[in-house]
Each structure stands twice: as C-alpha cells, then as structure tokens.
C-alpha cells in the first residue's frame, strides 16, 4: 500500500497499475474510464506523483536546477483530441518530466519517463526547441565543439544511450559552415537520449535507482543545452529591462 508522505522507500508501481494501462487501451472511452477512476487514482496516479517526490530528492544530490513537483512534472492522463483525429480521450501511458527550473517546460531541456504496459522509457534532452532556441543551441555547439563532443561522444554516455538522436536536417543550417568539425551535430533539430526496459522494471523497488543512475549520465548533455537556453533567457531579460528606461524605446 502506498501512503501520501511516506517517502523512505518507493517500492515500485503496484502491478494494477500496469494492467489499468494494458485494459485502458482497449476500453479508451469515458464510461470505462469513470468505472474504473478509483483504480486509477489509487494505483497509478498517487505511486506516480510519489515517484516524482523520490526523484526530486536524488536530484538534490545531483541535479538541483531540475524541477521535481507533481503538479508540473507529471502529464495529464487527457488527451488533447482537438485537433486530432484520434479521438481517445485517454493516454495509455503515464509520463513525468523534470525542466530545468527557470526554463520553458515544453521547450527547454528536461529528463523525461514514461511507462507503457510494454515498456519504461526513460531518457530526456531537448524535444522541440523554437527557432531562437535552436539557434542559440548551435550557436554554443560551434563554439563548443570539444565540449559537446566530450559530452555525446564520451564512453559513459554512449554506453547508455548509444548515439544522440533526434530529427536532423540533410545538409548544414544556414549560417553554418559544412566544414565545422562537428557539422553533423549543427544539423540536429532535437537533443535526444532515450534507453528502453521492460514494463517490469516500474513494479519493482529498482525503478527509482535505475532512472537515477541513467539521468546522472545525461545530466552533462542538459546543462549544456540548459547554458545555450539560459542565455536567450538573460538576453530577453536585459532587452525587457532596456526598454523599460530606455525613454526612445
């Protein structure tokens, strides 16, 4: 049983949740869902805003600028059907993710999880940053190169996350040289790092160490994507103060 405020041990997700997530994708409908809300809310909702609070305090240890509160972290279970047509008003899998504090939580960099009935994904980066952000982005990559190679190339994050990945263009954004020594990562649209483990790993008490240890590893790729981000942030910052006291403005 899972109890509010009890934090000393998260022992997993209990094994109802998952199969809540397996019968809700093949009853995806209000009236299955309404039968079945107490199920939901004990047995998936309130195990994953305490997997977050967990997550919250291990990155006090490790990653202090990540923001880990329910109320932000975790997605709604509601679909937005508006202008899909997919019209299943349910989510089949339950997600958090982890900005950085200050940042955009949409836009900036994050760590990320999602459990499936078949599947815990856990990984993060930068999913859709806009134009500016995305230039500010290769921006720091071209005049970091080094440092960013160290970072996607090193043997620790390759051992766990194999290659970056993410939408990339075919040829070098404009304003980019093709002959920068690391062209191929200017091409990139998204930041991406992701590792897949079976569903069984949520229900048991290895779920909160195992995203632990794999968010330290690609917590080196976040901050350089958060240092890129943070800049457009003190810029817009200084541009909104200069226009305040600038009496030509």
């Known amino acids: 049983m899972h109890q509010p405020g009890q934090l000393n041990n998260f022992l997993g997700f209990p ?4 199969k809540f997530l397996s019968d809700l994708k093949k ?24 997997a977050v609070l967990h997550l919250g305090r291990s990155f006090r240890r490790f990653a202090p600028e990540l923001v880990a509160d329910p109320r932000v972290s975790i997605y709604r279970i509601y679909r937005d059907t508006r202008f899909s047509r997919d019209k299943s008003p349910y989510k089949t899998q ?7 504090r200050g940042l955009p939580k949409n836009l900036g960099p994050a760590l990320y999880f999602h459990i499936t009935p078949d599947e815990v994904l856990l ?7 806009d134009a500016p952000l995305l ?8 005049a970091h190169p080094r440092r960013f190679a160290s970072v996607v190339e090193g043997a620790s994050f390759r051992k766990a996350f194999g290659e970056l990945a993410g939408e990339t263009l075919k040829t070098a954004p404009k304003g980019f040289s093709p002959d920068h ?17 079976p569903a069984s790993l949520a229900t048991g008490k290895k779920f909160i160490p195992m995203l632990e240890k794999y968010y330290r590893t690609g917590m080196p790729l976040i901050r350089f ?3 890129a981000a943070h800049g457009i942030s003190q810029a817009k910052t200084e541009a909104a103060s200069f226009n305040c006291t600038n009496p030509l403005a």
């Open 94 to 100: 339950a997600a958090a993710v982890f900005p950085v």
């Open 15 to 18: 094994p109802e949740a998952l």
């Open 27 to 50: 009853h995806n409908n209000r009236a299955w869902f309404a039968a079945h809300r107490a199920v939901y809310e004990e047995k998936l909702k309130q195990p994953l805003a305490e």
């Open 225 to 227: 994507l958060a240092d």
């Open 135 to 142: 230039r500010a982005v290769r921006d720091r990559i071209a």
């Open 181 to 197: 020594p690391v062209a191929h990562y200017l091409r990139y649209k998204q930041f991406l790092f992701f590792k897949r483990f």
């Open 123 to 129: 990984g993060g980066g930068m999913y859709m940053p």
